[in-house]
C-alpha cells in the first residue's frame, strides 16, 4: 500500500515538493550510520502507523509524522519543538502532543541518541562558522545610507597644464600643378585589304573584274538522220 510506503520517513519526502527534496536528502546521507537505519527502515513505518491508531489520528495524517522524525533526525527541527509541531500538524491537543513527542524521542531516537547529538554538534559549529565569516564581512550600505551622500563631483584626472605642448609641424611642400595632357585626335580606321577573288569585289566591280572567264565548251550542232 502506498501509505504504508509514505509512512517510512525517508519516503515520506514524497510528499513535499521535488525542488526540496535533494537538499534534504544530502543531509540525510550525511548522518551516521545508526541514524539512517532508523530512517529506512521499514519497522519504524509500522511504528508510525501504530501510533496513529493508538492517538486515534487520521490514516492519512501517517506520513506527516514520519516527515517530523526525519526533520528532527536531520537537525531541521528541534526535540523542543516537536510538540508544537505535532500539536498543529495533527489538530492534536497540547497534552496528547506533549505525551506522543516523548515516546517518539525515547522509542526511536533513543537508541541512537548518542550518534545524533554528534551529528547536531557538528552542524551547529558548521553552521555558526559560516554565520561568523557572513558577519565579518563589511555590512552593505543601505538605500537610506547611499541617498544621504551627496553625488561625488566628477574630478578632472589629467592636468592639462602639466601637458607638454605639441610641438608645430613641419609644413609640406605645395604639390606641383598638373598639366593638362593635349588631346589626340581619333585615329581612321584602315581599309580592309584588296582582295580580287573576293566574290563581293566581283559582285561589286561586275565585268570590270581582273579574274578571267571559265572557258565554254564548243557548240556541236544537232544532225538529224
Not at 492534536?92 to 554538534?121: H, S, T, W, Y
Not at 589629467?158 to 605642448?165: A, D, F, H, R, V
Request: glycine fraction near 4%; aromatic fraction near 6%; avoid cysteine.
Amino acid at each position: 500500500m502506498y501509505l504504508d510506503f509514505q509512512t517510512i520517513p525517508v519516503s515520506s519526502l514524497t510528499t513535499i515538493k521535488p525542488a526540496d527534496r535533494a537538499y534534504y536528502l544530502t543531509q540525510l546521507f550525511s548522518l551516521e550510520k545508526k541514524v539512517q537505519n532508523v530512517l529506512f527502515s521499514e519497522d519504524t513505518g509500522a511504528y508510525v502507523r501504530g501510533l496513529s491508531k493508538s492517538y486515534n489520528i487520521d490514516i492519512n495524517l501517517s506520513p506527516k509524522i514520519a516527515l517530523t522524525v526525519l526533520f528532527i533526525a536531520i537537525g531541521e527541527k528541534t526535540f523542543a519543538q516537536l510538540p508544537a509541531i505535532l500539536s498543529t500538524e495533527l489538530q492534536l491537543p497540547n497534552d496528547k502532543a506533549q505525551k506522543m513527542a516523548a515516546e517518539i524521542e525515547k522509542d526511536l531516537f533513543g537508541p541512537v541518541r548518542g550518534e545524533l547529538d554528534e551529528f547536531l554538534r557538528t552542524q551547529k559549529k558548521s553552521k555558526g562558522s559560516i554565520v561568523g565569516r557572513i558577519g565579518s564581512a563589511s555590512p552593505t550600505p543601505t538605500v537610506q545610507q547611499t541617498q544621504s551622500k551627496p553625488p561625488a563631483s566628477p574630478q578632472n584626472i589629467l592636468n592639462l597644464k602639466e601637458l607638454p605642448q605639441k610641438k608645430p609641424q613641419a609644413s609640406l611642400p605645395p604639390r606641383p600643378a598638373q598639366k593638362d595632357l593635349p588631346i589626340r585626335k581619333p585615329r581612321t580606321p584602315l581599309p580592309p585589304p584588296h582582295n580580287p577573288t573576293s566574290p563581293r569585289l566581283r559582285g561589286a566591280q561586275g565585268e570590270k573584274g581582273t579574274v578571267p572567264k571559265r572557258p565554254q565548251p564548243p557548240h556541236k550542232p544537232i544532225i538529224f538522220t
